[in-house]
């Protein structure tokens, strides 16, 4: 029996950032009924993150940034790219997510940092391994899924048996991870394990919006990242159920944000990656190394509500001209492309 609790629904580009000036307005065509006129944008809050980043959350665009090519250590984002490989490898196996076990090997129950609580020999089912990597940031659970698919693939057999190799199954996991990294465009992007308490793991800002872009439209990401409490059962190794709860890290679903991953070790600082709709209109804001761990949240905040009165003082004007869809997707890209020039 599995429990979950989930918030009410709410709903390149430049290296350094400088306040923006009006924009200019928009070119009147013979399509369009009324000119869209100035959008001014107040200067962006200040926060502690070296480097931010604000992605649509609909497309995926950068919108604004600062030092969004600066690579840093990025902890457990990690597990953002973590979820993505594991939920496509297990797709093209061929694997029930719902009835697909792994077995707990002593190497991923015994790692420090953020845990779930999982045991040696202890049996999961891969989808609540999905949310213990998630909610408590489990780096056992991120260790059980590289190991446990990494094993399949070894094999290419259906089970749920320990890898006989299991630093070989790891291995051949986060291979695939950087595999998706460059597949995906994120050339900036390396991984060295699958969870981020190493170090090795090193992102920007401007991949890892792209990349909570691409996890999102998967539908089990998004409802796992905006689950606030889970609970599930465990079967450990004497084959006796254990119950397991969990609650997410991500304190701002308890504020109507919808998504994605907390992150921090010593070297990479407290990070953060949030998701933030209102309506049509959503933003995708990505902070590394803030001061503090508080810092992480009010950076956040501070950036999404900023960005989302920018958009939505846009969709207001485009609202009230007679665009079709097409029309007004140009719109957008060209403001968006505005807003990124200092």
Not at 41 to 70: I, M, Q, R
Not at 71 to 100: C, G, P, W, Y
Not at 138 to 145: E, F, T, V
Not at 240 to 261: A, D, H, I, M, P
Request: charged share 20%; glycine share 8%; net charge positive.
């Amino acid at each position: 029996m599995m429990k979950t609790t989930r918030p009410d629904s709410a709903s390149s580009m430049a290296s350094t950032f400088s306040s923006f000036s009006t924009l200019p307005s928009l070119t009147r065509n013979k399509h369009s009924i009324s000119s869209f006129e100035q959008v001014s944008f107040l200067n962006p809050p200040t926060v502690t993150a070296p480097t931010w980043a604000v992605h649509d959350a609909n497309s995926g665009e950068l919108l604004w940034g600062k030092e969004v090519g600066l690579r840093k250590e990025i902890a457990s984002l990690t597990k953002i790219m973590t979820f993505m490989v594991a939920h496509n490898l297990l797709t093209q196996l061929q694997q029930n997510l719902d009835t697909l076990e792994f077995r707990v090997h002593s190497k991923s129950a015994s790692i420090g940092g953020t845990h779930s609580g999982l045991r040696e020999g202890e049996t999961v089912k891969v989808k609540d391994l999905f949310y213990g990597l998630m909610l408590p940031s489990g780096n056992d659970c991120g260790l059980a899924l590289a190991a446990g698919i990494g094993g399949l693939i070894l094999s290419q057999k259906k089970s749920k048996l320990i890898p006989k190799d299991y630093d070989s199954a790891v291995y051949i996991f986060v291979k695939e991870m950087n595999k998706f990294a460059a597949k995906t465009g994120l050339k900036n992007t390396f991984f060295a394990n699958p969870h981020g308490l190493a170090c090795g793991n090193k992102s920007t800002t401007s991949d890892l919006g792209k990349l909570a872009y691409h996890a999102l439209q998967i539908p089990l990401i998004a409802e796992v990242s905006s689950t606030i409490e889970y609970q599930t059962t465990v079967i450990t190794a004497k084959g006796v159920e254990r119950q397991l709860n969990w609650r997410n890290t991500n304190k701002l679903l308890e504020k109507g944000y919808c998504g994605l991953k907390t992150g921090t070790t010593d070297i990479a600082g407290p990070c953060l990656s949030s998701v933030l709709r209102k309506g049509k209109v959503g933003v995708i804001v990505t902070v590394l190394n803030c001061k503090t761990f508080d810092h992480r949240w009010v950076d956040s905040e501070k950036l999404a509500n900023w960005s989302m009165n920018n958009l939505l003082d846009i969709e207001e004007k485009l609202c009230g001209m007679n665009y079709n869809d097409q029309m007004k997707r140009n719109k957008r890209r060209y403001v968006a492309s505005l807003c990124q020039k200092l």
